[in-house]
């Protein structure tokens, strides 16, 4: 290493999505690391790492998805044996932050999760994390080391842009989506509407009111993730009884677990738009679905922090 710039770079990869980490080392000239991440039969990680790391600039692709406590161990043991081989400097790129939900206490003797997980990455030795899109995105100050946080909206809204869609309204599905939706609605020049709900309780939730004029209007939900899809199946079906012509939706994080496929099938949500920050399996799959790849973002983003330039360029538009 000479002032500061690490001679080379390696791009490794763990189980949780494979296939996105081989995309980002091909946009970046690399083969994928050697490494082989296995179970032992009583359930427990075994890494193996098989080229050298010493000195080098080590980034590990790793969504901490499902099974998340998997990934997430997975991740922990990597950056353990990179830190025991002698790393240069250890890359967590985490496309999707899991925990990032439990980022607060909600009621009394709540743990608060994503700090812990924050905590498990520093102790275990990672030097950096690169994330996209988190829950909130004060979770960055849960670490005591540098975090790049990469925006999933500059490329939803260049795919709405190719759409070229009239009459658009920007739709956020619930308060705390807001300043997504403002900042998408900035970029494609529109208003935006708020659809006001309440969570009875976890995973599911009741449309109140929308806040905002859409009748007749074009519209498109934004949101962080989707998880069981209750929040933007309600919310688009909502608009769509209150007099929207279309409605359109999109995410970062395709979580889709539970009954989630079949309530985006029956509700009026006429395309859902998905970044791969986390593997959409072919039992995933809907005809309703495009799936956009971060890949040449971070792509960019590990070219950039290997040359020590700045990141905030890939924020603008």
Known sequence: MKNGVFSDFKVFAGNAHPQLAEEIAGLMGKPLGRATVEKFSDGEISVSLWETVRGIDAYIVQPTCGPVNDSLMELLIMI?????????RINAVIPYYGYARQDRKA?????????????????????????????????????????????????????????????????????????????????????????????????????????????????ILVDDMIDTAGTICNAANALKEMGADEVYACATHGILSGEAIGRIERSHIKELALLNTVPLPQEKRMTKLKVLSVAPLFAEAISRIFTNDSISKLFND
């Open 80 to 88: 353990d044996a990179m830190k025991r081989a002698s790393a240069g």
């Open 107 to 219: 009621k009394a003797r709540d743990p608060i999760t994503a700090k812990l997980v924050a905590d498990l990455l520093s102790a275990a030795g990672a030097d950096r994390v690169v994330t996209m899109d988190l829950h909130a995105s004060q979770i960055q100050g849960y670490f005591n080391i540098p975090v790049d946080h990469l925006l999933g909206i500059p490329i939803l809204v260049k795919y709405f842009r190719t759409k070229k869609l009239d009459d658009l309204v920007v739709v956020s599905p619930d308060h705390g989506s807001v300043t997504r939706a403002r900042n998408m609605a900035h970029l494609l020049d529109a208003p935006i509407a708020i659809v006001d709900k309440r969570r009875p309780k976890a995973n599911v939730s009741e449309v109140m009111n929308i806040i905002g004029d859409i009748e007749g209007k074009t519209t």
